[in-house]
T-cell receptor, first 111, second 119 residues
Framework: DGGITQSPKYLFRKEGQNVTLSCEQN?????MYWYRQDPGQGLRLIYY???????QKGDIAEGYSVSREKKESFPLTVTSAQKNPTAFYLC??????????FGPGTRLTVL | AQKVTQAQTEISVVEKEDVTLDCVYETRDTTYYLFWYKQPPSGELVFLIRRNSFDEQNEISGRYSWNFQKSTSSFNFTITASQVVDSAVYFC????????????????FGKGTKLSVKP
């Protein structure tokens, strides 16, 4: 089945650690996105990539990093510089300039 | 600047009632896209509909219908004869037209409306 997978579903991080969230898609989409969702809030864009080996900062990129070495994969690293990383993280993909489809999400908790 | 407002934070209805979720948007672009997504308790966002700014026809899909009015900058969503399975958070979102120098199709989300349908 075609779709977007995110792993892990739940992730726990100690303060000062970097963690990497995985996002893979087999929809042959060019574009991929990372969003953050806090309780009672809408989604806010962290990073996006329209093509392999290229990505752009979104509205809240500080404390995060990404890479786009393959079309299918867009991992997000939450660094120790992110002061309040506890949130629900959603990955999405789309054909360029088309509807975005979302993965199941990763819930990150800082201990 | 772009903005999406969903003034209803939470709505609670009894099964079989009709319910309308409001969405008001702001944009200076003449070409843009509007979306509705559903987020059930599992967390994944499910795409429901996409509308471009030139198409003001209302859309009906089963028990779902959408009313797009450019004159009031609104894109409201109605569920007819609601069911318990409709319980979720619903998000309205807006994106610019990427062909005219927009921000690469990034979505601007409202804060969502939590719908609870009780049996």
């Amino acid at each position: 089945d075609g779709g977007i997978t995110q792993s892990p579903k739940y992730l726990f991080r100690k303060e000062g650690q970097n963690v990497t969230l995985s996002c893979e898609q087999n929809l042959n989409h060019d574009a991929m996105y990372w969003y953050r969702q806090d309780p009672g809030q809408g989604l806010r864009l962290i990073y996006y990539s329209q093509i392999v080996n290229d990505f752009q900062k979104g509205d809240i990129a500080e404390g995060y990093s990404v890479s786009r070495e393959k079309k299918e994969s867009f991992p997000l690293t939450v660094t120790s510089a992110q002061k309040n990383p506890t949130a629900f993280y959603l990955c999405a993909s789309s054909n360029r300039w088309d509807t975005q489809y979302f993965g199941p999400g990763t819930r990150l908790t800082v201990l | 600047a772009q903005k999406v407002t969903q003034a209803q934070t939470e709505i609670s209805v009894v099964e079989k009632e009709d319910v309308t979720l409001d969405c008001v948007y702001e944009t200076r672009d003449t070409t843009y896209y509007l979306f509705w997504y559903k987020q059930p308790p599992s967390g994944e966002l499910v795409f429901l509909i996409r509308r471009n700014s030139f198409d003001e026809q209302n859309e009906i899909s089963g028990r779902y219908s959408w009313n797009f009015q450019k004159s009031t900058s609104s894109f409201n969503f109605t569920i007819t004869a609601s069911q318990v399975v409709d319980s979720a958070v619903y998000f309205c979102a807006l994106s610019e037209d990427m062909n005219y120098g927009g921000s690469q199709g990034n979505l601007i989300f409202g804060k969502g409306t939590k719908l609870s349908v009780k049996p």
